[in-house]
């Protein structure tokens, strides 16, 4: 809850940062409405809780960038690494592996990170997940500014099977 609040206060106070430097540029041109637009757009963020014993979980959500752009990294205070995965079919076994040169994300195109898909992996969570809580994840692209989400702890609706691995 506190988390919940304080990452609340601060978007509210990014917002209102937004609105006053638009206010200030806009007499000079576009560029502050074109950077407006191309916010990139974060829904349905969800995190697993994490398996007993286990500091390891995985978060999806949906992505859509306007313009074309890359989810370079992202990162949780509750997780001491976050890392970007893909899932693929080796020799008929599901194998994540790092995307190093992050995500690309085609203009306007909406780009589902879920489970036996491209997701988020958290590593070193210190605190156990339990569904219910709330894990604030920074999303950084390439170009865009980034985006600050508050995850949902709880389990995917779809069919889930690639975390055996971890
Ligand atoms: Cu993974």
Not at 6 to 14: E, G, H, K, M, Y
Request: charged letters at 15%.
């Amino acid at each position: 809850m506190t988390l919940n609040v304080s990452t609340a206060a601060r978007l509210s106070l990014l917002i209102t940062t937004c609105f006053a430097v638009a206010a200030c540029s806009e007499p000079s041109g576009g560029s502050a409405a074109s950077d407006a637009a191309a916010t990139v757009a974060v829904t349905d963020a969800l995190c697993r809780p994490t398996p007993n014993g286990r500091q390891v979980t995985g978060c999806y959500m949906t992505v859509t960038s306007p313009v074309a752009d890359t989810l370079v990294s992202v990162a949780s205070p509750v997780a001491a690494l976050g890392q970007i995965h893909e899932t693929r079919m080796e020799s008929n076994m599901m194998m994540m592996r790092e995307l190093e040169a992050g995500l690309p994300l085609p203009a306007g195109e909406t780009v589902e990170l879920k489970p036996g898909g491209t997701h988020i992996m958290l590593m070193g969570v210190a605190e156990p997940l339990r569904a219910g809580q709330s894990v604030p994840l920074t999303l950084t692209f390439a170009t865009a500014a980034a985006v600050e989400v508050v995850a949902s702890v709880g389990q995917p609706t779809v069919a889930d099977e690639d975390h055996s691995g971890h």
